[in-house]
């Protein structure tokens, strides 16, 4: 093996077309014969380019519906000959092999297919077999052999063999060898997750593959290194959002928008215009209004001291009047469903705030994956995709909330799922109006939420907390009465939780005792 590698020959056989016939043409211009298979082929003699046929090389057809067509020893034997390499030479001669210098392989669409909803059938003719093979018989003999399988490639191709007069060094081959080797094994992750649900089962084996989006400045902290990888899956969020100004997200940024728009996404926008800011990933103020512009400022009025610096999420596209609003004060990001160019024209003057768009809101209810890494090994538990109705709740006291403090106490549960344990969250029509997040007490919660509730209403001149009236959402069961008491004496007149502690009596008791209506969801919302 020599660093540079002569580059005369080339199989090409693409999905994405994207770019193939300028690549195809440079190069036939330097003189590299072009082999290649079906629509490909097809494309790239449609640009007048001459391209022989694999089956012609190999003088097999392509067969069952072209499943078989690249699966050949003439392909493979090409791909995977060491060129320095004596019998390898003599059996290439033998048997009438000709060397393959590059490979040009972009895979079946299988992640676009399951996206679209495809049938089980459409989705397993969607497996590619000889593009994997060939890619990694490639990259393994990168030594010797270029191997291409993303778009973004070509160029660093084309501008080497002009740099080095028609070879390839071995530092390109070798990256590209490992791009290669990342591509099938998240080709491979994206099957065998496919078909662990369709089999209904936790899988033996479990894998995770994505693919770079950006390299960050930084992970939490200056002195970790950190890059976004996108799953491919393609939907509304962070991942694919369109961004319109500021400077590049950090890691922090992506993941408390990521936390904001998930959250801002469980209220329809047919329901009306909602607003949630996220500080360090939980939520400083979520809220409902007559307009967008409301809704933030009732999420804002929650904790304003904590809303500086943070993230803001819009159910709805954000308008100008809205975003004059949110230039009131620092703010890292905002994510919406949309902007109008008024909106925007808004936002320009803030040459420091990043705002995002997005083609939609996520689904609350779809089914993914959670993973975490620990020492060792990953824990992957279901997306928490839980949701609970009217209907499903138990009134376990002998007053029933009324139909307002139903409501609210519907909303404080869908906030409390994004609310990190121990979760406590008071809720007055629509908005909250005090969260206590991550406390190893669910008593503490409930206090430093009706105390930050406290600290606002003295900064709005506000003649009591907006706690008095409010209702109360408590992520997991109360152990024991005082976190409810604490409640009741910060002025809070309904509860949800879960239920099920041991002393679920005493805690039902003390509810009656305090003239509370307390609902039972037989759901809980854990999130750590």
């Known amino acids: 093996m020599t660093d540079l590698a002569p580059l005369r020959r080339a199989l090409l056989s693409v999905s994405d077309k994207t770019g193939l016939v300028d690549f195809g043409r440079a190069l036939a211009e330097r003189g ?48 995977l000959a060491l060129r320095d390499n004596d019998d390898h030479v003599a059996a290439m001669e033998t048997h009438g092999i000709g060397a393959i210098d590059l490979v040009v392989v972009n895979l079946y669409p299988f992640e676009e297919t399951v996206a679209k909803g495809a049938e089980y059938a459409e ?116 991942a694919t959002a369109t961004q319109h100004q500021g400077k590049e997200l950090s890691y922090n940024n992506i993941n408390d928008t990521d936390a904001a728009f998930e959250l801002v996404s469980e209220f329809d926008p047919a329901g009306g215009p909602a ?27 929650c904790d304003r001291t904590s809303a500086f610096g943070g993230i803001i999420a819009l159910n709805q596209p954000l308008d100008a009047e809205t975003a004059q609003e949110i230039t009131g004060i620092f703010t890292e990001v905002v994510i919406a469903p949309g902007a109008d160019a008024d909106a925007r024209a808004v936002f ?27 020492s060792g090994g990953y824990l992957v538990q279901d997306k928490d995709v839980g949701h609970v109705s009217v209907e499903d709740l138990q009134v376990v006291t002998k007053r029933r909330p009324s139909e307002q403090e139903m409501a609210d106490l519907l909303f404080a549960w869908t906030v409390a799922k994004h609310v990190k344990s121990n979760a406590i ?19 503490d919660s409930t206090r430093i939420a009706a105390r930050k509730a406290e600290d606002m209403a003295e900064a709005m001149g506000l003649p009591t907390p907006l706690t008095q009236g409010s209702v109360v959402a408590s992520d997991a069961f109360f152990p024991f009465a005082d976190g409810l008491i604490t409640a009741a004496e910060a002025g809070a007149t309904a509860l949800i939780q879960p239920g099920g502690s041991m002393r679920d009596d005493e805690v039902i008791a003390a509810a009656d005792e305090a003239g509370l209506a307390m609902v039972f969801t037989a759901m809980r919302h854990f999130r750590h």
Not at 282 to 296: E, F, H, I, Q, S
Not at 350 to 358: A, P, V
Not at 425 to 443: E, H, L
């Open 275 to 301: 607003c949630a800011i996220i500080k360090h990933a939980n939520p400083c103020g979520v809220a409902r209004g007559a307009t967008l512009k409301d809704a933030y400022t009732r999420a804002f009025d």
């Open 348 to 374: 320009a003057q803030k040459k420091n705030l990043r705002l995002l768009t997005t083609h939609g809101l996520a689904d609350p209810r779809a089914a993914g994956l959670a993973v975490r890494q620990v």
């Open 32 to 79: 590299v014969e072009l082999l290649s298979t079906g629509g490909t082929a097809k494309a790239l003699r449609a640009a007048g380019l001459d391209v022989r046929d694999v089956a012609e090389v190999t003088g097999f057809p392509e067969m069952m519906d072209g499943r078989v067509k690249t699966l050949h020893p003439v392909v493979h034997g090409g791909l």
């Open 123 to 238: 989705v397993i003719e969607n497996i590619d077999i000889g593009g994997p093979a060939m890619i990694r018989s490639a990259a393994k003999n990168h030594g010797f052999v270029t191997v291409v399988v993303d778009v973004e490639d070509y160029d660093a191709v084309l501008a080497e063999l002009e740099a080095q007069d028609g070879q390839t060094s071995y530092v390109l081959r070798q990256r590209l060898a490992q791009t290669a080797y990342a591509r099938t094994a998240a080709y491979d992750t994206a099957v065998s997750t496919w078909m662990a649900a369709q089999v209904d089962e936790t899988p033996r084996r479990r894998t995770f593959g994505g693919t770079l989006a950006q390299s960050l400045r930084y992970g939490e902290n200056p002195h970790q290194q950190a890059a976004f990888y996108t799953d491919g899956s393609g939907g509304a969020g962070v």
């Open 425 to 443: 969250i008071y809720v007055k029509d629509g908005a909250t109006v005090g969260v206590g997040a991550g406390q190893m007490s669910r008593v």
